[in-house]
């Protein structure tokens, strides 16, 4: 295995050494326009040209295992499954010795189609983001989403053997914060993870830009003259105590028997023998950048070291430039040890960044 030099006073978070997780983004380009996520009239998509290519895709995942020694990986987006013939990406990859976990995190708009040919192209598990369990509702979240079409993806996926499953959830005060007992109860029946993820302010939002909808509030609805991007904040605590009001008492399950190597901290309902977990993603209430383990790929070719920040290495014209496989490979293995040592102590409050080109 080739060796990148780091150096004495590496450790933690900006050491490589630390990088369990690459996520890598295969498109910028999503068929939903969640509130969270972009603004009303959506963004500018990237070029075919900015995007990587399978192969140039294919070298980082090589300089990442073969240097480093990273080997878990999470497909993201955008929404991923709009990359066309990424099940053959998923194929390439499989095909790499050492990878262990290779994951996909999809919005399930065509996952019902899609499920067992990735599972026979070597993808191990999925997380399907479901922000509402009303359709009404999770129709003006997603401005473009259908539930039952999600539903039956989340279905197939668990029919042919893409488990464990989860299902991430943003949780927005007068938006979803009425629906997170509702959620929980899914992990009673069925033998999944749901994980609850705190808002967090990146790029330009709609939910950054303007007050409430009227036409958006549930039953757990403030008043429409709040700002959202301020007021949808809902802190762990919050959520954990709306589930224990009506659910009982949750208790800490062991991180270790958690699929993935992810910040989610998991719990499970103490009443009614549930198969499934809970689990919290609290990145702005109680920020885990000191024991932060991953690192992004954009679509476009830019590691970046935070979801938040912007500290970030562009790689693409080396993927493109440097002819020599070897050589090529050192330079982007080195590029992840440089970009790793820019991750900020604690993130910032905002991202500079939309969520859609950095995945998640």
Known sequence: MLQIPTTPWESG??????VKVLRISLTDRCNFRCVYCMPADGVQWLSREEILSFEEIVDVVRAAVEVHGIRRFKLTGGEPTLRRDMVKLVRMLRRIRHIEDLSLTTNGALLENLAEPLRDAGLDRITVSIDSLQPARFRRITRTGDL???LRGLDRAEEVGLLPLKINCVTMRGVNDDEFADFARLSLARQLTVRFIEFMPLGEAQILQRPVDAAEIGPAGRCGAQNRGEDAFTSETEVRDRIESKLGPLEPVARTDEAGVGPAI???????????????????????????????????????SCLFE????????????????????RQVAEAMTNCVRLKPLVHSGHGN???SRIGG
Do not use: W
């Open 353 to 355: 960044e939309q969520m």
């Open 266 to 304: 998991p719990y499970r309902l103490s009443l009614g023998n549930p198969r499934g977990r809970i689990g919290f993603i609290s990145a702005m209430s109680a920020p885990f950048c000191s024991t932060c383990n991953r690192l992004r790929l954009t679509a476009h070719g830019v590691l970046r």
């Open 310 to 329: 912007g500290g970030q290495i562009d790689i693409r014209e080396m993927l493109r430039l440097e002819s020599d496989p070897m050589q090529r490979r």
């Open 148 to 150: 039952a079409t999600v």
């Open 13 to 18: 978070p900006r050491s490589i050494h630390a």
